[in-house]
């Protein structure tokens, strides 16, 4: 697997509550995603960053906050968790954009918002 | 409105029976295609892409144009081939950045 790790794997929370999910990368890839993948929707784009301090929204993006201050690192941070965030986020890389634009998956984070 | 769909949420055949699962898309353009594949306790990883030409697993991928679609078919399914299958157009999102849109995929099953 790409050097993608994604923390926690597996996180409970409650209505309200403040989520932070991380990506980690060593891959030096510029680009970073953050889909959520939900039955009968596939994955959807919530986030995506294409540099240091360049972020920039994908179709699902209300709700949700991202930071990228460092290469290696994208955050997703649900500001005020809701049950219909219940999901599973992946975090994706890629060298390029457009073309071979060949992702790499991480293992995604199963959130349950009680 | 610009879409990508896959019909099928659940492809239920045999082992040794030909497969095809199916990919509409609705971009304007000509976006390039990818078909990707997670198995049960993987990661999500590409399977192969358009552009390529490629045969993997030995499924191929055939691009019409005219009919706007990207169907994956392989001509004897194995039981290892077992898993999600997502259709990736590769398009021009939100500016300039080519994004992919992950249609919601099909569940192939394959039947000892």
């Known amino acids: 697997d790409a050097g993608i790790t994604q923390s926690p794997r597996h996180k409970v929370t409650e209505t309200g509550t403040p989520v932070t999910l991380r990506c980690h990368q060593t891959?030096?890839?510029?680009?970073m995603y953050w889909y959520r993948q939900d039955p009968g929707h596939g994955l959807r784009l919530i986030h995506y960053?294409?540099?240091?301090?360049?972020?920039d929204k994908g179709e699902v993006s209300d709700g949700y906050s991202v930071s990228r201050s460092k290469t290696e690192d994208f955050l997703l941070t649900l500001e005020s968790a809701t049950s219909s965030q219940t999901s599973v986020y992946f975090c994706?890389?890629?060298?390029?954009?457009?073309?071979?634009?060949?992702?790499?998956f991480g293992p995604g984070t199963r959130l349950t918002v009680l | 409105a610009q879409r990508v769909t896959q019909p099928e949420k659940l492809l239920s055949v045999f082992k040794g029976a030909p497969v095809e699962l199916k990919c509409n898309y609705s971009?304007?353009?000509?976006?390039?295609l990818f078909w990707y594949v997670q198995y049960s306790r993987q990661r999500l990883q590409l399977l192969l892409r358009?552009?390529s030409r490629e045969s993997i697993k030995g499924f191929t991928a055939d691009l019409n144009k005219g009919e706007t679609s990207f169907h994956l078919k392989k001509p004897f399914a194995q039981e290892e081939d077992s898993a999600m299958y997502y259709c990736?157009?590769?398009?021009?999102?939100?500016?300039?950045?080519?994004?992919?849109?992950f249609g919601t995929g099909t569940l192939l099953a394959v039947q000892p």
């Open positions: 994706a890389i890629s060298g390029i954009a457009g073309g071979y634009n060949e992702q790499f």
């Open positions: 891959e030096n890839h510029r680009y």
């Open positions: 960053s294409y540099g240091v301090k360049d972020t």
């Open positions: 971009y304007s353009g000509s976006p390039e």
């Open positions: 358009h552009i």
């Open positions: 990736a157009p590769d398009v021009l999102y939100g500016g300039a950045t080519n994004k992919l849109i």
